[in-house]
């Protein structure tokens, strides 16, 4: 759905939709939408601003994921609320290094006639997801030796502590 900055420049934009999973691409290939994405909410061009955008909602879906410890299929519900502001990008020097005002990180920008919802909610969802993925807090991983899954039976591997820096040493 294109949010138009013409058509926010009327009156306020309403969406309530619905995207079924594959709809939007998360450009990672352990990460996936496991249900639909429900998202509700409102833009608006804010008066008086020089076409600053305001964004407010709310999102819901289950996404799944690859765990970063023992490849299992680990899900992560993601039901949010969020309220943003996008300004239009300036024009200038490109490569040139700015300085940010207080405030101004909180900020993102568009180009064009307006923004993609589905380019915010797919921002939304990626920035609320962990860094590491992981099944639950005490997964214990892929063995090194064997490569067999922890969770599932102990393997019985010994770790080898031995340190090949000092391996010269033992010939004299």
Request: glycine share 8%; charged share 30%; hydrophobic share 35%.
């Amino acid at each position: 759905m294109f949010l138009s900055i013409h058509e926010m420049e009327l009156r306020k934009v309403r969406f309530d939709q619905t995207f079924p999973p594959g709809e939007i691409q998360f450009l990672e290939q352990q990460l996936w939408q496991a249900g639909p994405l429900r998202a509700t909410g409102v833009a608006e061009v804010l008066p008086n601003t020089g076409g600053e955008i305001r964004i407010q909602g709310r999102l819901a879906v289950r996404m799944e994921a690859e765990c970063d410890r023992c490849l299992n299929v680990a899900e992560y519900p993601v039901d949010m609320d969020f309220d943003l502001f996008y300004e239009p990008a300036k024009s200038g020097p490109e490569g040139r290094e700015i300085a940010l005002k207080a405030g101004e990180s909180e900020v993102d920008f568009y180009e064009g006639d307006g923004l993609e919802l589905e380019d915010v909610l797919r921002e939304q969802i990626l920035l609320s997801l962990p860094m590491q993925r992981i099944c639950s807090e005490d997964c214990k991983g892929i063995c090194p030796m064997c490569g067999k899954n922890r969770n599932l039976a102990d393997c019985g591997c010994q770790a080898r502590t031995t340190d090949d820096r000092w391996a010269a040493l033992r010939n004299l």
